[in-house]
C-alpha cells in the first residue's frame, strides 16, 4: 500500500476518533453514566482503526535499514526521547517532594502500585535520553550513532538515574517507617524487615546500574540493543499500573481507552527495537507506527480540544494522554511515513 493512502487515512481516522471522543465523552460524563459503563462504539471504532492500520501498513518485503529512514523518523524520535525523559523527570519530582503522582490516580493505593510507578518513571527517564542520545547521534552520524561523548552521557545519565531509584525508595522507607512507628509497640520486628528489605533491594540496583553504566562507558564499543528494552518496560509497567490502580474501584470505563492505547504502545516499542537494533526483521511495523499515531493524536488533541471548551469534568475523565502521549505520536507518525521498503542486501538471513 501506498504512503499516500496510508497519510490519508491517518489523518481520517484521526479526526474520527478525536471527534467521537470530543462531541460523546462530555454528554457520557455529564449525566452520570454508571461506574461500570463501557463505551463499547468507541471501543470497537479503535479496534476498527488498528487492524486497518495494520492491513494498509503491511510491507511484503519487510523494511530498510533504519539508517535509511527519512529524517524526520530521526528527528521525531529525538523529540520523543527528550519529551520522555523530561516529563519523567518532572513525574519523579512531584512524587518526590509534593507527593502527587501522575495518572489515573493522585495518590500511591498499594506496594505494587508503588513498584510499578518507580519503574515506569525510572525506565521512561533513562529510555528517553537513549533515545535522544541515539537519535542524535544517528543525525550526526548514520554509520556511527554512538562515540565517547555519547557514551560519557548514558554514563552520567545511568548513575543520575541510579540516585534516583534509592531515592525513591529511601522516602517510600521514611513513610513506612513512621507508620510503624505510630503504630508503637504493635509493630512487629516481621513488619520492620519488610520496610527495609526494599530499601536494600534499591540500594543493591543502583549500585549495580552505575557499575554497568560504567563498564558500558568504557568500552568502544556501545550494545545498544538492551538498552531498547527500557521503551517497552516502560510502556508495560504503565499499562499494569492501570489493572493495579483500577482494580481497587469499580470505575473502569476511564482505562478502556488507555488499555488498548498502551497495548498498541507496547507493541510499537518492542517492534523498534528489533528494527533499530537490527535484532530481528520486524513484522507490521508500518501499520503499528500509523495505529499508535492515529490513537495518541486522537487522545492528546481531543483532551486539548475538551479544555479549550471548558468542559473539565471530561478533561479529569480522561486524564491520561499529555505531552508525553502527544511526541509519540509524532515519532509514530513520522516511522509510518519515513520508513522505507527492503532491499535484497538487507536483514539476510
Not at 56 to 78: F, H, I, M, Q
Not at 100 to 111: E, F, L, R, W, Y
Not at 193 to 200: A, E, F, G, K, S
Not at 328 to 335: D, N, P, S, T
Request: charged share 10%; aromatic share 12%.
Amino acid at each position: 500500500m501506498s504512503k499516500k493512502t496510508l497519510f490519508w487515512f491517518m489523518i481520517v481516522a484521526a479526526a474520527i476518533v478525536t471527534a467521537w471522543r470530543t462531541f460523546v465523552l462530555p454528554s457520557v460524563v455529564g449525566n452520570g453514566v454508571s461506574l461500570t459503563h463501557v463505551d463499547y462504539p468507541l471501543l470497537l471504532l479503535m479496534v476498527v482503526v488498528a487492524a486497518t492500520a495494520l492491513l494498509l501498513g503491511r510491507e511484503k518485503g519487510g523494511y530498510a535499514s533504519y539508517t535509511e529512514s527519512s529524517r524526520s523518523v530521526l528527528v521525531g524520535g529525538a523529540i520523543f526521547g527528550l519529551v520522555l525523559a523530561a516529563s519523567s523527570l518532572w513525574d519523579i519530582v512531584c512524587f518526590m517532594w509534593q507527593g502527587q503522582t501522575p495518572p489515573p490516580c493522585d495518590a500511591v493505593v498499594s506496594a505494587a502500585d508503588r513498584v510499578l510507578l518507580t519503574v515506569s518513571m525510572l525506565a521512561g527517564f533513562l529510555g528517553g535520553l537513549f533515545l535522544a542520545v541515539w537519535f542524535i547521534g544517528l543525525l550526526r552520524s548514520p554509520s556511527r550513532p554512538f562515540n565517547r561523548k555519547s557514551r560519557t552521557a548514558l554514563l552520567c545519565s545511568g548513575c543520575f538515574t541510579a540516585v534516583l531509584l534509592i531515592l525513591l525508595f529511601f522516602r517510600a522507607y521514611q513513610e513506612e517507617a513512621r507508620a510503624l512507628d505510630a503504630a508503637g509497640a504493635a509493630a512487629e520486628g516481621a513488619q520492620r524487615v519488610t520496610v527495609i528489605l526494599p530499601l536494600m533491594l534499591a540500594l543493591a540496583a543502583g549500585i549495580a546500574l552505575i557499575v554497568t553504566s560504567a563498564r558500558a562507558a568504557r568500552r568502544h564499543t556501545f550494545s545498544e540493543k538492551w538498552m531498547w528494552l527500557l521503551l517497552p518496560l516502560w510502556a508495560f509497567a504503565r499499562l499494569a499500573r492501570y489493572n493495579v490502580v483500577y482494580a481497587a474501584s469499580v470505575d473502569i470505563s476511564p482505562a478502556v481507552y488507555e488499555f488498548l492505547l498502551y497495548a498498541l504502545v507496547l507493541l510499537f516499542l518492542m517492534e523498534c527495537a528489533r528494527w533499530f537494533s537490527g535484532v530481528q526483521k520486524p513484522s507490521g511495523l508500518r501499520g503499528l507506527a500509523a495505529a499508535t499515531a492515529v490513537l495518541c493524536a486522537a487522545a492528546s488533541v481531543s483532551r486539548f480540544v475538551l479544555f479549550l471548551l471548558g468542559e473539565h469534568a471530561a478533561v479529569m475523565y480522561c486524564s491520561i494522554p499529555s505531552v508525553t502521549e502527544a511526541a509519540l505520536g509524532i515519532f509514530a507518525g513520522a516511522v509510518a511515513m519515513g520508513i522505507g521498503g527492503v532491499t535484497p542486501r538487507h536483514f539476510e538471513s
